[in-house]
C-alpha cells in the first residue's frame, strides 16, 4: 500500500479553499451548537473539575492534564465558551489534516469529501461532544488523530523521521494522560509500534518513539507535582472486581469462608438493592476501598477462583456488564450518548446538586451555570431532536459505538483484499486496545467512553473515499503529508 508521490512540500504548505472549506465546516456547525447551548454542556464531572480549578485545590479524580487545559483555556477567557471554542478549533484541524492527506486536488474526492463532513457534523452526537466539556472528548480526538498517524507511518512503510516521530510521541502522550485507561493503550502501542519500526528496519526512529513517548508523559504528569494534586483517583479495576464478586456473591454457589471474605469487602446488607448489571457505581458506594488496598491479592485470588470454577457465568457477567461494547441494540440496557434533559435544564439542576451535595460556595463565574437559550424556539428543537434520535431506532445508525466497530473492522478486512497490505490493521491497535480496557472495566454504558469508535470510523470512511483502482495494482490516492516531516 502506498500514496502517490506529492508533487512539492510547497504546494502542501499552501493552505488552499479546499482545506478552508473544510476546516469551517465543523468551525461553522459546532459553533451554531455552541451558540444554541451556550455557554456549553457540563455534567457533575464537569463541576468537580471547575470547582478544583476555582478553589486551587486539584485531586485526580479526573486526569490533571485535562484539568490543566481546561484551566488554561480559562485563563485566557474566564467563560466555559472557550474550552468549548478549544475543542472545536482541535477536531477542525485534526479533520481538515486527516481530509488532506486522502485528497487528490485533480480528483473528485473533495466532494465527497464536503458531503461527509457535513453529516458527520450535523449528526447530533458530534455536534453535542464538540461543547461537551469531559476528557473523553479531547482524549478521543486524539485516538482518531493517533490511528490516523499510524497509516501514515504505514503508508511510508516506516520510512518517517524524526520530526514525525515527535508528533506520534506527543499525540500518544496526550492519549495517555487525558484518561486512565489510555496509559495502558500506549503502554502496549509502544511496543507495537517500536516492533514495527525495527521490522522496517527504522530501528533509530523505533528507540526515538519509545524515548520521547516516555519523555512526554513524565513531563505531562510533573504538572501533578508542580500543582500539588492529591491522590483521590477512582480505582477502575477494584470497581469492576467488586461488581464482579458481587454478582457471583448472588448467583454463584460461594463458600463459606469466601462468601465472609466478600462481606468483608462490600456491605452484605445492600448488596442486593445495590447490584446493578450494567452499573457498577451503586457497588462502589458500598465497598471498602481500605479493605481492598489492604488485601487486594486476596480479592483478585477469589474472582480468578470462581471465574474458573464457572467460566461459562464469568463470560456472560463480562457480556452482560458491558452491551454497549458488542449490542448494537439497547434491549434491556440503558445506554446513554448524552446527558440531555426535555423538562429541566439539566446544566442547571446539574451544577445545584453537585454544588449542593458538597456544600460548595461559589466562588468563580464559570462555577454557576446555566443555559441562556433554555425554553427557546432553536433550543427545544435541536434539544428534541437529540433525545428523539436518543430512544429511536436512530440511535442505533448515528450514536451506537457498537456499529461503528463492526463497520470499521468490515472496512479494513474489505481495505486488506484491495490493497493487499496486512499492515492496514496496525492502524486500528489503539482504538481495539481502548474497546478491551472499557470491556473490563467500564462503569456505566456511557457512550463517550468509546466515542472513539465513531471517529476512527470516520477516519476509516475517508480513507475509502481516497482508494482508486489502477490497471496493475490498487493503492490509496495521494497524500499531502508524505515529505512534511523531511
Known amino acids: 500500500m502506498e500514496f502517490g508521490d506529492m508533487e512539492t512540500v510547497e504546494y502542501f504548505r499552501k493552505f488552499n479553499y479546499r482545506d478552508l472549506a473544510i476546516f469551517l465546516i465543523p468551525v461553522i456547525v459546532f459553533s451554531i451548537y455552541l451558540f444554541i447551548f451556550n455557554p456549553g454542556i457540563a455534567t457533575t464531572d464537569t463541576f468537580n473539575q471547575f470547582h478544583q480549578i476555582a478553589s486551587g485545590a486539584f485531586t485526580n ?141 527504522n530501528v533509530k526512529m523505533g528507540v526515538a518513539l519509545a524515548i520521547l513517548t516516555v519523555t512526554f508523559i513524565l513531563l505531562i504528569s510533573s504538572l501533578n507535582v508542580a500543582y500539588e494534586v492529591s491522590d483521590n483517583e477512582k480505582d477502575a479495576f477494584a470497581t469492576k472486581l467488586a461488581h464482579m464478586l458481587a454478582d457471583y456473591d448472588l448467583n454463584l454457589d460461594i463458600e463459606d469462608g469466601d462468601r465472609q471474605k466478600i462481606h468483608t469487602l462490600i456491605n452484605p446488607d445492600k448488596i442486593n438493592e445495590s447490584y446493578r448489571k450494567t452499573n457498577t457505581d451503586p457497588i462502589f458506594a458500598i465497598t471498602d476501598y481500605k479493605e481492598f488496598e489492604a488485601n487486594r491479592s486476596t480479592y483478585v485470588d477469589l474472582a480468578v477462583k470462581y471465574s474458573l470454577r464457572d467460566p461459562l457465568h464469568c463470560m456472560q457477567y463480562l457480556f452482560e456488564s458491558s452491551p454497549m461494547v458488542w449490542n448494537i441494540f439497547k434491549d434491556g440496557w440503558n445506554g446513554r450518548p448524552y446527558y440531555m434533559s426535555a423538562d429541566h435544564d439539566r446544566l442547571q439542576s446539574d451544577f445545584n446538586y453537585y454544588y449542593g451535595a458538597h456544600k460548595y460556595n461559589v466562588t468563580q463565574p464559570y462555577e454557576n451555570l446555566s443555559y441562556a437559550n433554555w425554553g427557546t424556539p432553536a433550543f427545544d428543537a435541536l434539544n428534541n431532536l437529540a433525545l428523539g434520535i436518543e430512544t429511536s431506532v436512530f440511535d442505533t445508525f448515528l450514536n451506537s459505538p457498537a456499529l461503528c466497530m463492526y463497520i470499521s473492522i468490515i472496512l479494513l478486512i474489505l481495505m486488506h483484499a484491495l490493497t493487499r497490505s496486512k499492515e492496514v490493521y496496525l492502524m486500528y491497535v489503539p482504538n481495539l486496545l481502548n474497546i478491551v480496557i472499557v470491556f473490563f472495566s467500564t462503569p456505566i454504558q456511557d457512550y463517550r467512553y468509546l466515542y472513539a469508535n465513531l471517529l476512527v470510523c470516520y477516519l476509516l470512511v475517508i480513507i475509502w473515499m481516497g482508494l482508486k483502482r489502477t490497471s496493475d495494482e490498487s493503492v490509496l490516492s495521494r497524500g499531502f503529508l508524505k515529505r512534511m516531516f523531511k
Open 61 to 201: 479524580w479526573h486526569p490533571f492534564f485535562h484539568t490543566f487545559i481546561e484551566m488554561m483555556c480559562l485563563s485566557v477567557y474566564p467563560s466555559t465558551i472557550s474550552i468549548c471554542v478549544f475543542q472545536i478549533l482541535v477536531f477542525s484541524v485534526m479533520w481538515t489534516v486527516i481530509c488532506r492527506y486522502f485528497r487528490d486536488d485533480d480528483g473528485n474526492v473533495f466532494k465527497w469529501q464536503v458531503i461527509f463532513s457535513l453529516i458527520v457534523c450535523v449528526i447530533p452526537i458530534n455536534g453535542l461532544y464538540s461543547i461537551t466539556m469531559w476528557k473523553d472528548i479531547l482524549f478521543s480526538y486524539c485516538m482518531m488523530f493517533l490511528c490516523f498517524l499510524i497509516m501514515v507511518m504505514i503508508d511510508r512503510k516506516g520510512n518517517v523521521d524524526l520530526k514525525f516521530i515527535v508528533l506520534l510521541s506527543l499525540i500518544m502522550a496526550f492519549v495517555s494522560q487525558l484518561r486512565g485507561n489510555g496509559f495502558y493503550v500506549v503502554l502496549v502501542c509502544i511496543f507495537v509500534y517500536m516492533a514495527y519500526l525495527f521490522f522496517k528496519r
